[in-house]
């Protein structure tokens, strides 16, 4: 039996670019919701990462504010800070500060100055405690599959923390795109 070839098998297909899966904002609500106890919260930080992460969705590690660089977990405190200010939490470490410094001050010091060393204390704390939340919401984006997080610095992208590294958030595209109302 005679078999002919097909006129058309030497051209090849091009391959079809992968298409992003369409997510919507109610399934980034829905997926935030399933893994952290703070939807709010993380979702308010997912937000500020998508506004402020570059054309290939990273932030960081550092970003400009004002007219310096700082680390992208300490702009993401600054940013949330104004959130807790009615907090009684907040309203009780700031009374607990300053009580503390009061009772290790010794007459020789001038009320400036020890209202700069409370003031200096209480900023120090809520950038601390800021940053504990902010790498907990990473943490539940990174489980959600929304974000991706690496260390770059001193030892480029090394597996280990720490050491001048700083952290590096990378969003997906399609979690960019649903945020930005694209679909």
């Not at 550092?62 to 600054?78: E, F, G, H």
């Not at 974000?147 to 280990?160: E, M, P, S, T, W």
Request: proline share 4%.
């Amino acid at each position: 039996m005679f078999h002919q070839a097909d006129l058309f098998d030497h051209i090849q297909q091009a391959p079809q670019p992968a298409s992003l899966p369409t997510v919507a904002l109610p399934d980034l609500v829905n997926r935030v919701s399933q893994v952290s106890k703070r939807p709010r919260y993380v979702l308010l930080i997912l937000n500020l990462i998508a506004k402020a992460a570059g054309e290939d969705g990273n932030l960081g590690p550092y970003v400009r504010s004002d007219a310096d660089q700082i680390p992208v977990r300490d702009w993401l405190c600054q940013a949330l800070a104004p959130l807790a200010n009615r907090d009684c939490r907040r309203t009780a470490m700031i009374a607990a500060v300053r009580l503390e410094l009061m009772a290790k001050a010794d007459g020789s010091e001038n009320a400036g100055d020890l209202t700069q060393q409370q003031d200096e204390e209480i900023e120090a704390r809520i950038l601390r405690s800021g940053r504990t939340n902010v790498s907990r919401a990473v943490s539940d984006l990174v489980r959600a599959g929304l974000l991706h997080r690496h260390y770059q610095g001193y030892r480029v992208d090394h597996h280990n923390r720490g050491a001048q590294r700083e952290v590096v958030y990378t969003i997906a595209a399609d979690v960019r795109l649903a945020l930005a109302g694209s679909y």
